[in-house]
């Protein structure tokens, strides 16, 4: 297991937002948050590995995706990625994610959850399980499922936050939009445990969609 | 005057401040504030334009200032930028600012501030004019100024804000630090006049020195 890299993924516009104003359950990115996924939406790697019918760019993005996510055998996950919602399961109407059947992940996913709940099979090779004990523990578990691959921390910003103050993401992928989303959910917030902090800049690819593609080592 | 680009250019920690935590006088930048300008102040540029004693070196960061700063003949900046303090000038113990006799900007600067002053000509070129009657004066002044050359914003973040909101900016450059700073001035705050907007991503320059460099235009 000593190769794991343990990775935080994200897209983030100019100003520093994952999600734009007035998020709401039918647009859960908010105001203008989709443009933040255009590129990726355009990428064959998304296509091949999310949709049903193929399609999309062989582009730098996609050799990109294919390079980083390619590598990944296990993610931990917010809630809010899961399903939205809060509270109680028995409760949420959306108690099953919106993954559909056969979720695009392929892999056992961890999902933090102050709930507790059994472990969720999907087809395809998903696997939900709900993890209530803390970032720590979850991550715990996604090493030991991804055995020597990588650990995807795949959002909300809140989670990603969470695993940067404690010092538990080896490498960071920023993927920088060109767009001012002007408001809504920022990926660094509150974040001040270990700063100031200086980082290892690993890699650029500046992308014909306009997006700037960053990677560091801590 | 039809080729004057107004140009914003400031430097920004990954997490999205110009200046860190906990400001003071003798400590403009706040904490860990100097690591955003470390590989400016290695240049050769910098060094031959502000130093005294050359040096630096002729390096990509370098030139990349020489392609950019190189043709800027005029510039708007805050009073935060020219002395900080604020009040009424006769009060101000820094009103001569903090450049010394011989200001490195050597073309005309305007300060934008509310206590109106007379102009305040340097040695080497420079002439600190200051503007108390708005954001779009002071630029129309500095574009006089200017003539074909450009017009830098040159921060702080409030004034470069100020200009984003108002439409007024042509180029934008950041200089993105590879560093957490974990609290202080945000670059992008309340940024929502004209938000979602995209832009054109125009450069990206990586720097051995862990900088990106980025360029768009609106």
Redesign the interface.
């Known amino acids: 297991m000593g190769m794991t890299n343990v990775i935080f993924d994200i897209s983030m516009s100019?100003?520093?937002y994952v999600a734009?104003p007035d998020p709401s359950d039918e647009d859960p990115l908010g105001?203008?948050g989709e443009?933040l996924h255009e590129w990726l939406f355009a990428t064959r790697y998304f296509n091949d590995t999310h949709g049903t019918k193929g399609g999309g760019d062989d582009n730098d993005d996609s050799r990109l995706l294919d390079q980083t996510w390619g590598g990944i055998r296990a993610e931990v996950m917010g809630r809010g990625k899961f399903s939205g919602g809060s509270g109680p399961w028995e409760a949420d109407g959306n108690a099953r994610g919106w993954w559909g059947d056969e979720p695009p992940f392929h892999y056992p996913v961890f999902v933090l959850t102050r709930h507790p709940r059994v472990p969720l099979p999907m087809e395809g090779g998903t696997t939900f399980t709900f993890v209530s004990d803390g970032i720590e523990s979850a991550l715990d578990q996604a090493r030991a499922a991804a055995a020597d691959g990588d650990v995807l921390i795949g959002g909300g910003a809140a989670v990603g936050q969470q695993y940067l103050k404690a010092g538990l993401v080896d490498e960071m992928h920023?993927h920088?939009a060109?767009?001012?989303?002007?408001?809504g959910r920022?990926?660094?917030e509150?974040?001040?445990?270990?700063?100031?902090?200086?980082?290892?800049?690993t890699g650029?690819v500046?992308s014909p969609s306009?997006?700037?593609h960053?990677s560091?080592r801590r």
């Open positions: 100019l100003d520093g734009g105001r203008g443009l920023l920088i060109p767009v001012f989303l002007g408001g920022r990926l660094f509150n974040h001040t445990s270990a700063a100031p902090a200086q980082l290892e800049r650029v500046a306009g997006v700037v960053v560091y």
